[in-house]
């Protein structure tokens, strides 16, 4: 069980992985050919869908992988969940797009229109993707192979056809075939696991109550992650979209990556649960905790070290003002992560989604607050703060409503190997300050700090006796000791 485990963690990083090298490669190339105000209405336009698109799931992705991952074991059952929440999740993408044409032909999105009528695809696209099914059943080559093939194709032709700023349809275009242009094959393929049928969806109606408050999770959380582009792009100018845009970019590639490695223990938790195997289900969330914090602390250090850096190599020095906002949002990496473990690993498979929309509609009415006064005045250095502050906000939230499952000490008793973490990462930042003195070449310097802030980072924490790193070590020298025998 636990190789399994293992193994899905690894597939699941590689596929993360894959989903951020596409934004990592293609980024630098756009932003230089696009520069900032082309990037910030490519941006602006997908954030504005992204809503829609959150209307016509529902929730219903992260509440199938839960029930479903319940009745797997059973055919029956298992097709007559699908069939339910399939039907629900069409019935719902109707109604978005019908949403969205009021909107666009009730207020004033004119510089933006075409680019958001174009990215209503996405819509569509993400409902016949039903990804939710092949995480029940754990199919994470099939995920990674898919978008492996559609990720490439995206970027040969991006480097074949955008070529000016007139280019960023197209690049708007690669955008969303890349990331949801496999869906069509999923949808298919899905029919090897699962079997839709009309006739199973009579007790739809016993999904609505979750689905609501799951959905309402996730509009609170998109709220205070979207809301400050979106209200940068209306309150502000599009070349302020890009510049922020550019500051999310690669915190957002760290913190999707961070989070894959938990992503795969949703379905695995919601079964143990299902059998009253605590145990297993203590022991997962510690590893998850421990493993994620000992990735999440040096990797906020190092942004915020190398913030400046780092803005000039992947965006150009026409982005060289989001430095700040990169360094702001780096210091929320932590809380994120936590927040995302308790909301995601603990409370949904216990059956407390509704603790998850309390702390994160905190966040999210804290969040609109804050950017309705500091963007106007502070711009995207005033976003990334209301984000941060957010965050905070819902981890306090969620270690309140810990508490009152009395799961508060278990939970604490997880965090307690930061204090080598954050020992360990102080050595990043003398590092950084040395090599900044003896080299000002901007890619050996990056490539040297990061290199020997990772070498450093690890040797510190076995000599400080570290469980994860010695289990590590532990495996390779009993590998090492197999392969001489």
Known sequence: MKKTIKFNSILNIVYTTLKILFP????????????????????FANTFISYFILLASLGIPTYAIRECAKVKDDKSKLNSVYSELLSLNFIFTFISYLCLVVVLNTFDFNKYKNLIYFYSISIIFTTIG?????????????????????????????????KSKNDYMIYAGLIIFSNVGSNILDFGYARKFVTFSLKSISNIKRHIKPILIMFSVTIASTIYVNLDVTILGMLKSAREVGLYTAATKINLALVTLISSISTVLLPRLSYYISRNNTDKYDYLI??????????????????????????????????????MQMRILAIGICCSRLNYIIAIQIFIPIDKEKYSLY?????????????YFMIPKWGGN??????????????????YLLNRLNY???FIKCLGNCWQYILASFEIVIIAIFINKINSNLIQKLFLIVMISIISYFISLF???????????????????????
């Open 286 to 323: 510690y590893k998850t905790v421990d493993f994620i914090m000992m990735v999440a602390i040096p990797i906020s250090v190092g942004l915020f070290v190398l913030s400046k850096d780092i803005i000039v190599l992947f965006s150009g020095i026409g982005f060289i003002d989001a430095f």
């Open 463 to 485: 000599l400080l006796k570290n469980e994860n790193i010695y289990s590590i070590f532990k495996f390779l020298k009993n590998k090492s000791y197999q392969s001489c025998k």
């Open 359 to 371: 702390s994160t509609l905190c966040g999210a009415i804290v969040n609109c607050i804050l950017n």
């Open 382 to 399: 005033g976003a990334a703060v209301a984000t941060v502050i957010s965050e905070i906000i819902v981890l306090l939230c969620c270690l």
């Open 408 to 410: 508060m000490n278990k």
């Open 130 to 162: 039903v990804s939710w099914i092949f995480n029940v059943f754990e199919k994470y080559f099939y995920i990674i192979m898919r978008s492996l093939i559609f990720q490439v194709i995206s970027l040969i032709l991006l480097f074949v056809f955008v």
């Open 24 to 43: 990592i490669i293609t980024f630098p190339y756009a932003s230089r050919i696009l520069g900032p105000t082309e990037i910030g209405r490519i941006n």
